[in-house]
């Protein structure tokens, strides 16, 4: 962690980050995402999220996925698949992870 400056005054070093700030959020204001888009992804969300909730519920043996792997490497390893609570959690992960991905490349600016 960068310590602050001990030569600029406290006031100085507070007012140019005030203004960084400022500038991301004059940058960010121009940003949009088309409502047909946006309800089409959170439909789509809604959609998967309730799906692996209701595998969950209704058989958690299911939620392992027959012990296979995940298709992300990061979740590859037999404990991920041989725990159900832990075959959720990561196919969760990478359903928030996919939605905010087609988040960020829906936006338009």
Do not use: C, H
């Not at 995402?33 to 043996?61: C, F, H, I, R």
């Not at 390893?77 to 992870?97: E, M, V």
Request: glycine share 10%.
């Amino acid at each position: 962690m960068k310590r602050p400056n001990p030569r600029i005054a406290p006031e100085a070093q507070a007012a140019a980050f005030g203004q960084a700030v400022g500038e991301i959020w004059k940058s960010m204001s121009g940003l949009t995402m088309p409502m047909p888009a946006l309800s089409a992804m959170q439909a789509d969300y809604l959609k998967e999220a309730t799906g692996l909730w209701n595998g969950m519920v209704e058989s958690p043996a299911s939620a392992k996925g027959n012990g296979a792997p995940l298709a992300d490497r990061r979740f590859a390893a037999d404990d991920w698949a041989g725990n159900s609570a832990a075959a959720f959690t990561a196919q969760n992960y990478l359903l928030n992870a996919r939605t905010l991905m087609q988040l960020a490349d829906g936006v338009e600016g």
